[in-house]
């Protein structure tokens, strides 16, 4: 099973942390405030309290056994790509890094970062689900139990009818529409059949969205 850091856990970072664990993933989360490691205590497999800038403490961590480490730090600039570059000179297999601005964003695909997002246009929760499974193309929280999910059709579903792969009895989840290159179709009868690059639009409970997020890992 994939193991998750996620450094600098402000509102943003807190959303990927604990929605990472309640996909049952081993997450650590780092921070430097006392405050904000006791709030997400619960939401955690470990949370601690330390300096990720300092390249010692990261190693002293394990940082470089995490699949992938998140850096979420706040309005400091500096030390997101300081820790950014600490990262991937230790040969951290996947970094994801939250920047400030298309400039800062810039700066961390120049210092290797492996991706970027913009808080204001990435949900924390959206790129949590994203991490786990690469077909996760998009998420919608409708309910505090309810999800809208855009997932990109897996081999095992390709030329087969929605009645031949029974999402519903399966997953529990309702196919709301197909996406086929531009076109969209709404509202998909039982007999049309999904083919390579379809991306689906499912509607249906968290926790049967989670079945759909195992069927096919991501990297």
Same mark, same amino acid.
């Given at each position: ?46 949370? #601690?309290? $330390?300096? /990720?800038?300092? !390249?010692?403490?990261? +190693?002293? @961590?394990?940082?470089?056994?995490? &699949?992938? *480490? %998140? ?23 996947? #970094?994801? $890094?939250? /920047?400030?601005? !298309?400039?800062?964003? +810039?700066? @961390?695909?120049?210092?290797?970062? &492996?991706? *970027? %997002? ?102």
């Amino acid at each position: 099973m994939k193991q998750f850091a996620v450094i600098g856990l402000g509102r943003f970072g807190s959303s990927v942390a604990r929605t990472l664990y309640e996909l049952g993933y081993d997450v650590l989360g780092i921070d430097l405030d006392e405050e904000k490691i006791q709030n997400m205590a619960d939401f955690t497999t470990h949370a #601690v309290t $330390a300096d /990720a800038t300092d !390249e010692n403490t990261l +190693k002293a @961590l394990g940082i470089r056994n995490f &699949d992938v *480490v %998140v850096v979420s730090i706040g309005q400091d600039i500096q030390s997101s790509i300081l820790v950014t570059l600490i990262l991937k000179d230790l040969n951290v297999k996947y #970094v994801v $890094a939250k /920047a400030q601005n !298309e400039l800062h964003g +810039k700066v @961390l695909y120049k210092i290797g970062a &492996d991706r *970027v %997002v913009f808080p204001e246009r990435d949900m924390g929760m959206r790129v949590a689900h994203n991490l786990v499974s690469s077909n996760i193309l998009d998420y919608i929280e409708l309910a505090p139990d309810y999800s809208v999910v855009e997932i990109a059709a897996v081999p095992e579903w390709y030329n087969k009818s929605l009645r031949e792969l029974n999402m519903r009895a399966k997953f529990g989840i309702n196919v709301m529409a197909i996406k086929k290159d531009k076109d969209i179709n709404i509202s998909p009868k039982a007999d049309d059949v999904i083919e390579e690059g379809d991306v689906l639009i499912v509607v249906g409970s968290n926790e049967d969205l989670k079945k759909l997020e195992r069927i096919h890992p991501n990297r």
